[in-house]
């Protein structure tokens, strides 16, 4: 029950990173926004890292691997996200994400010998699948979007992807590293790249930076460093399976759209969204039952 609690604590942290992402867009382009807030996620966690004890010698063994992971998952990964989210409204943009699980689910079959797809895993991953393109197409007709709007679609989907390789990545990593300088470590250098190609590919910032923008970016940096350090110790759970854990991110698009239409200006229910939350949350509860009555 506990490893649940702190799931769903994780995953409410980052539905409210649609928000902050938002407002920050305001003043920053989004590949410089994202860099800024993970190689602030990164520098907020070395406290905690010196409070562990980390023996930093002992991650020098595996500098390959936490390099790549922080290529693949910050950079690649929320670099993508962020392009994305910058081209689809919060709302839109909280159900595509909230719908990782989907792909952690399918990838995880193919990869985890212990972690096999089941009926009720299909029917609730073609539920979801269902609210997830409803919501694409239904928005992006009534909005008459072109081609901005499906572009920002396919990079949500694409960050998606990567996402669902990324806990596969750290379940089957079997070393002994911690989970917080993983994260640390990821977040940091993921940041740090994304800011140097930032400089070559986008424009200045949009507005002059003020104290909204320097609580806005602190939120966004505190999100990952709590959320990732969380998760990652959850994977780490003997036990604990890639797919049922994610199950608990379908919070994710329920948080997302409900703060999006409490604080940004603009922005209100409308059925389209409320469907795809409705679909995408009876594949949550539906897989949660098949998980429970396996469990008994």
């Not at 190689?39 to 004890?53: D, E, M, T």
């Not at 572009?151 to 996402?163: D, Q």
Request: hydrophobic content about 55%.
């Amino acid at each position: 029950m506990r490893y649940k609690l702190l799931a769903i604590f994780a995953c409410i942290l980052w539905g409210s990173a649609f928000v902050g992402a938002k407002i920050g867009f305001d003043y920053m382009p989004p590949i410089r926004l994202s860099g800024f807030r993970f190689a602030l996620a990164g520098v907020l966690l070395w406290p905690l890292l010196v409070y562990q004890k980390v023996n930093l010698k002992h991650l020098n063994e595996h500098w390959r691997f936490m390099t790549f992971f922080a290529f693949l998952q910050t950079f690649l990964q929320y670099g993508l996200f962020f392009m994305g989210l910058n081209k689809v409204p919060a709302p839109t943009a909280a159900v595509i994400v909230g719908a990782g699980p989907l792909f952690v689910a399918v990838m995880a079959h193919f990869t985890m010998k212990n972690d096999r797809m089941t009926i009720k895993k299909s029917i609730a991953i073609l539920l979801g699948l269902a609210g997830v393109l409803f919501i694409s197409f239904a928005k992006g007709d009534i909005a008459g979007s072109g081609q901005d709007y499906y572009l920002g679609i396919a990079l949500l989907i694409l960050s998606n992807t990567i996402g669902a390789s990324t806990n596969i990545f750290v379940a089957k990593y079997n070393e002994n590293l911690s989970p917080v300088a993983l994260t640390s470590f990821a977040n940091f250098t993921g940041g740090v790249m994304l800011i140097l190609v930032s400089l070559f590919v986008e424009s200045s910032n949009k507005m002059p930076l003020s104290a909204e923008f320097f609580f806005v970016l602190l939120w966004l940096a505190i999100i990952p460093a709590a959320g990732f350090s969380i998760w990652y110790t959850l994977l780490k759970i003997p036990g604990v399976k890639v797919s049922e854990l994610n199950m608990w991110k379908f919070i994710i698009p329920v948080t997302g759209c409900v703060l999006s239409w409490i604080i940004l200006p603009d922005v209100y229910p409308d059925y389209e969204s409320i469907i795809g939350i409705l679909a995408i949350s009876s594949a949550l509860i539906l897989l949660q039952f098949s998980f429970s009555k396996k469990s008994k």
